[in-house]
Each structure stands twice: as structure tokens, then as C-alpha cells.
């Protein structure tokens, strides 16, 4: 078992930064560093879609494509903490944010992998 909790959401500016954080509780055979990590996004009256992902050991990294250059996804396997730090903002950015974990080799952005999930943060990008 797996439990996540995400936070660092809010209102922000657009071109601001904020950084999200996942942590994991690990009640399982597995630890957390067995486990590849992914950020997910809804917004309003879409589909969730893939944002950033990581390895287990955080060596690989993926990112859609309208957040790169502007995300950064990172863990910290002691604290069993994936940070997610988003820079120049959109409003277009503006959804409820989710970390999911999945045991996995690699780095995918769809859910299919991922078991377990939190319950979400949200980010809005308004002025």
C-alpha cells in the first residue's frame, strides 16, 4: 500500500513559479524507491492528462510538451518526497494537480501504470 499526499498549490500570477510536493507513506514490501512517480493535471471540463514523470532512481525524466523548458520534476528518495517545481506560469496551467505511483522501469505519461493516487492540489494562474 501507498498513500499520497500532495501540496504547494494556489493562486499565482501568470509567470510566477510554484512547487508542488508528493508525499508518499509506503506500507508495503516495496519502498518508495521502488516506485516510478508521475504528476497528472485536470482542468475544468477536460480529460486528465500526463505532466511530468520520473524513474525510480530519478536518473529519467519525462515532460509533455507545454511544460517544457518551464517544469522541473525531481524526488528525494530519503524523504520519500517527488517535487514538481513549475516556472512561468500560464493560465493555462490551471488545474487540479495529482502525483501517482506506479510500479514500474522508466518513465510514462499515461496512466495506465499507475496504481495508486493522491488526492490532488490545485493550481490556478490568474491575474
Known amino acids: 500500500q501507498l498513500q499520497l499526499v500532495e501540496s504547494g498549490g494556489g493562486l499565482v500570477q501568470p509567470g510566477g513559479s510554484l512547487r508542488l510536493s508528493c508525499v508518499a507513506s509506503v506500507t508495503s514490501e516495496f519502498t518508495f524507491d521502488y516506485y516510478a512517480i508521475g504528476w497528472f493535471r485536470q482542468a475544468p471540463g477536460k480529460e486528465r492528462e500526463g505532466v511530468s514523470c520520473i524513474s525510480t532512481d530519478g536518473d529519467n525524466t519525462k515532460h509533455t510538451d507545454s511544460v517544457k523548458g518551464r517544469f522541473t520534476i525531481s524526488r528525494d528518495n530519503a524523504k520519500n518526497t517527488v517535487y514538481l517545481q513549475m516556472n512561468s506560469l500560464k493560465p493555462e496551467d490551471t488545474a487540479v494537480y495529482y502525483c501517482?505511483?506506479?510500479?514500474?522501469?522508466?518513465?510514462?505519461?499515461?496512466?495506465?501504470?499507475?496504481?495508486?493516487w493522491g488526492q490532488g492540489t490545485q493550481v490556478t494562474v490568474s491575474s
Open positions: 501517482a505511483a506506479g510500479l514500474y522501469s522508466g518513465t510514462y505519461l499515461g496512466e495506465g501504470p499507475y496504481e495508486y
